[in-house]
């Protein structure tokens, strides 16, 4: 590059503030603004704690489900589920194992997901989320409620896992996060800036006390759909039924 070209350039339009420190105080610190992370700061907040979130990407389409996801796992608390959280232990206990419980972590993990999945569901839909068929463009599918307008992936008979149209979802949560006014930090890897004698710090202390949020989000996508056990029968079956399962399973 000659000198007349180099001073054609333009100006870096950004502020730098190398050195520059802030100092914030928040009650509840979240390290990464994936979809867990958005949804435990929009809880966390609802409950009454300031809250900010320090992500080293951009919150935006940063983590996993920055491309979005398209179905939504156990689901069984949705008026259309055949399967109650708590035969859904059952059936990832047959699964998995008592203690693998595969990608849903452990059972309290999974049973928490089980009961509330649906409810974190029903938010990202209140924050501008489609999980309905509203265009009404699977009328008559068989994996299409026609009175919630719901629409079931994997399993069609117990319906508790639901296909969404979540392209939208971190769009959508960040802009929940700032309507309610939750600060945001990108591009900040805040484990970076935890030293001890200069060096990157081996463990991490933050003050007054960590408060671990649990919150039910989407796990890994499924692929396949395979059958598993069946679970305890309810008090209205009369016969044992087969429950489907998206991938993970054991062939
Ligand atoms: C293509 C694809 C399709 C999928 N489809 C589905 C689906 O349909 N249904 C479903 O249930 N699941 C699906 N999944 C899985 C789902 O997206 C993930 O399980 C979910 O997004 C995980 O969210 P998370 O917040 O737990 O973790 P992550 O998304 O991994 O978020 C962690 C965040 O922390 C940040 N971070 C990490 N370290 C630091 C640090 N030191 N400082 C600051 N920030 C940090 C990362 O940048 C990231 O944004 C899919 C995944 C992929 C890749």
């Known amino acids: 590059m000659n000198q007349s070209t180099y001073a054609q350039l333009k100006k870096w339009p950004?502020?730098?503030?190398?050195?520059?420190?802030?100092?914030?105080?928040?009650?509840?610190?979240?390290?990464?603004?994936?979809?867990?992370?958005?949804?435990?700061?929009?809880?966390?907040?609802?409950?009454?704690?300031?809250?900010?979130v320090a992500e080293k990407g951009a919150v935006?389409?940063?983590?996993?489900?920055?491309?979005g996801v398209d179905h939504w796992h156990l689901a069984c608390t949705n008026p259309c589920s055949k399967i109650t959280p708590t035969e859904m232990m059952d059936v990832?206990?047959?699964t998995w194992g008592e203690w693998g419980y595969g990608e849903f972590g452990n059972g309290i993990a999974a049973y928490i997901c089980a009961k509330e999945s649906y409810d974190a569901m029903l938010d990202i839909e209140k924050w501008g989320v489609k999980v309905r068929d509203?265009?009404?463009?699977?009328?008559?599918?068989p994996f299409r409620d026609e009175k919630t307008k719901l629409m079931f992936a994997y399993d069609y008979d117990n319906n508790f896992t639901v296909r969404v149209q979540a392209g939208n979802v971190k769009p959508a949560m960040l802009k929940e996060m700032k309507r309610l006014g939750i600060k945001i930090f990108d591009r900040i890897i805040i484990t970076g800036l935890l030293t001890e004698d200069g060096k990157p710090a081996n463990s991490i202390f933050l003050k007054p006390k960590p408060l671990l949020y649990l919150h039910p989000g989407p796990t890994a996508s499924g692929c396949s759909r395979r059958s598993t056990?069946?679970?305890?029968?309810?008090?209205?079956?009369?016969?044992?039924?087969?429950?489907?399962?998206?991938c993970g399973m054991p062939a």
């Open 92 to 94: 990832l206990k047959n």
């Open 229 to 246: 056990k069946a679970p305890p029968l309810s008090r209205n079956q009369t016969s044992p039924r087969k429950v489907s399962l998206p």
């Open 60 to 67: 935006l389409r940063s983590g996993a489900g920055g491309d």
């Open 134 to 141: 509203v265009d009404n463009l699977f009328v008559g599918a």
């Open 14 to 52: 950004y502020p730098v503030n190398y050195g520059k420190e802030n100092e914030i105080s928040t009650d509840v610190l979240i390290i990464g603004g994936g979809i867990a992370g958005c949804h435990a700061a929009i809880s966390s907040f609802k409950k009454g704690a300031t809250v900010a």
